[in-house]
Each structure stands twice: as structure tokens, then as C-alpha cells.
């Protein structure tokens, strides 16, 4: 790992800062206003560090870094270059080389509310015994939301319980766009597993299912959701098409079985026993798709078909698993 030196003259005092973790592959376009959401947050300058991971970009990722650093003297910023690929590896990094006592994981492509980090802080100073805290997730629809869009496009990425401050207790969790954790609870379980999680292009996920399932099964401590530790995701009309939601949803049913084959480990008849299930499911939904394309009902189409390619992601991966076994014995 290379590490460009860090701007900012001041020391952060571990008990009391946040590192702030933006892991970020070729998107230079939208680091830079990323990076200054972080920078314009109403939490003390002194109390929090901010760290990009450049995952080998290709792009101006490190010069768009160094002109914010350059600008910004004020705060600490870090830079660094993980050359593994992986999202999971790059905020493993990122863990690695921060200073606070708390770490946030924000994405290259989202911004922040100025009071983010504040929210955070209060919630971890109202519940000692959280081991991690996530707030808010919400589209920011650039070029607008397509009239065409089903409800159920926006479950990946939007995270919105409600306006009051809760636990969340697992199998529910926050997602990685808006997440923090105490340092040391992150290192106790291991981190995220660099088998999870994007690479590049790529649409694997789960990594953070897996890290609070660890989290839980540690005993670190409780989860928290903080509704008014808000972060903006940008989603650009010209990228949401079908092909890219059935593609997503494809590998959103991959990862789900990954990660449910990790976690409880199930032998071989379980494994047929859920393939089984899962081809009956398929072929239900495409009944449902026949019957209202024959009738002319084509209103759901989408989401059935969204559907289908989830379910045909979990059957792929069921189906490996068997294999996987069978060749194993």
C-alpha cells in the first residue's frame, strides 16, 4: 500500500475522532464534491480525518485529491493506494490507517448532509453500548426518476426507516453507502471479506450482511440507526436501464446465497432441498409472466422480471454450492 502524505498540521485524538472512509475506482467526475461534503460538515475540524482509497484508479482520482488538500489545509486528509482490487479490501485499508475512534464509510458517487457526522456522534454518545451506527440513504435522481421505475429498484440502495432513532438488530443492518463502527470492533471481527463486495465493474455484494453478521455473533455490541445522519446517492437516468436492474438483481441473488451458505453452512440435502424450492419459484414467476403477457396485463412485467432474475442468481449459486460439495466428498 502507497500512502500520499497527509495534509492538516493538527493530531487527532483517538477518543474523540471519526475517520471518514471514501473508497473510491475511477470516478474522479464525482470524488471531488464527495470529498467537500466531508469537508463542509458543522463537526469540529480537529475531530475528524478524512481518507480516500484509490483503488487503482486510471483516472485523475489522485490529482483531484491533492488540489482538495490543497485547499483545505486546515483538515487531515489522507491518501492512499490499495492495489488489491475490491471495495471490501479498499475500506479495509481504510480502517487500517485511521485514527479515530469511530470510522464512517461514505461512497465516491454520494454526498453528505452538513450535520452527518454530528447525528452519528450523538447517537453513539446517547447509546454507549452501540457498536455501530447508520443513518439515512436517499436517491438523488439526477436527470430525474424514470416514470417507468419500480418501487422495488430503489431497495438496494435506499435505506429510510423512518424519522426515529432505533435499533437495528440483525438480520437488518445498515448499509455500506452510510455506515460507521468503532474501530475496535471493526478489527475484532476481521473487517469486511475481500470475497464480498464490488470489484471494479462488478456487481457482488453482501460484504456488509456478512460484517454485521459477524458483529452479532461477537457480541461487539448493539446497531443503531440514526434518521437524521443523511447521505445523497446519486442515480443517473441514463444508467438506470432494465438490463442494468435485472443485472443487479442477478448478482443481488448470487450474493444473498454466497453469504447464506457462509453464514449457516447448510450440508447437501439442504442445498437441494433449496434449489428445489427455488426452481418451483421460478417457474411460478414465469407463469405469471406468460399468463399477463397472453392477457395483456403488462403493468408488473418489470418486477416479476426483476424477480426472476434474482431468484435465477440464488438458484446459480445454490447449484455451485451442491457441486462444490458433491466434488468435495
Not at 118 to 139: C, N, Q
Not at 276 to 284: D, P
Amino acid at each position: 500500500m502507497n500512502c500520499v502524505e497527509r495534509s492538516g498540521g493538527m493530531s487527532l485524538n483517538r477518543g474523540e475522532a471519526i475517520s471518514v472512509i471514501i473508497s473510491t475506482y475511477n470516478r474522479a467526475g464525482m470524488l471531488e464534491r464527495a470529498m467537500l461534503s466531508v469537508l463542509c460538515q458543522d463537526f469540529d475540524a480537529n475531530r475528524f480525518e478524512l481518507i480516500v482509497v484509490d483503488n487503482n484508479c486510471t483516472d485523475s482520482t489522485k490529482e483531484v485529491v491533492c488540489r482538495v488538500k490543497d485547499t483545505h489545509k486546515a483538515h487531515v486528509i489522507q491518501y492512499l493506494v490499495e492495489p488489491v482490487q475490491g471495495l471490501s479490501a479498499a475500506r479495509n485499508a481504510g480502517v487500517g490507517a485511521a485514527t479515530g475512534e469511530l470510522v464512517a464509510f461514505m461512497d465516491d458517487d454520494s454526498e453528505a448532509e452538513p450535520g452527518w457526522l454530528s447525528e452519528l456522534w450523538r447517537v453513539y454518545h446517547a447509546f454507549p453500548d452501540a457498536a455501530s451506527v447508520g443513518g439515512r440513504i436517499l436517491p438523488e435522481w439526477v436527470g430525474g426518476r424514470p416514470d417507468w421505475l419500480p418501487p422495488v429498484a430503489e431497495t438496494l440502495s435506499r435505506l429510510d426507516l423512518g424519522e426515529e432513532i432505533k435499533e437495528i438488530p440483525f438480520p437488518s443492518h445498515p448499509f455500506g453507502g452510510n455506515l460507521s463502527v468503532r474501530k475496535d470492533a471493526f478489527e475484532r471481527v476481521g473487517g469486511f471479506s475481500i470475497a464480498l463486495g464490488r470489484k471494479k465493474k462488478g456487481y457482488l455484494s453482501n460484504e456488509e450482511k456478512d460484517f454485521y453478521h459477524r458483529l452479532a455473533e461477537a457480541g461487539c455490541g448493539r446497531v443503531f440507526y440514526a434518521p437524521k445522519a443523511i447521505v445523497f446517492h446519486k442515480v443517473f437516468r441514463d444508467k438506470i436501464t432494465p438490463r442494468y436492474l435485472l443485472s443487479r438483481f442477478y448478482w443481488q441473488g448470487v450474493s444473498d446465497a454466497i453469504c447464506e451458505y457462509q453464514m449457516n453452512r447448510p450440508g447437501r440435502s439442504r442445498l437441494f432441498g433449496n434449489a428445489l424450492t427455488r426452481i418451483g419459484k421460478i417457474l411460478k414467476v414465469t407463469y405469471q409472466l406468460v399468463r399477463r403477457d397472453i392477457l395483456g396485463e403488462r403493468g408488473e412485467t418489470l418486477t416479476t422480471v426483476i424477480v426472476l432474475a434474482y431468484e435465477l442468481g440464488q438458484l446459480r449459486q445454490e447449484i455451485c454450492a451442491v457441486i462444490g460439495l458433491i466434488a468435495r466428498q
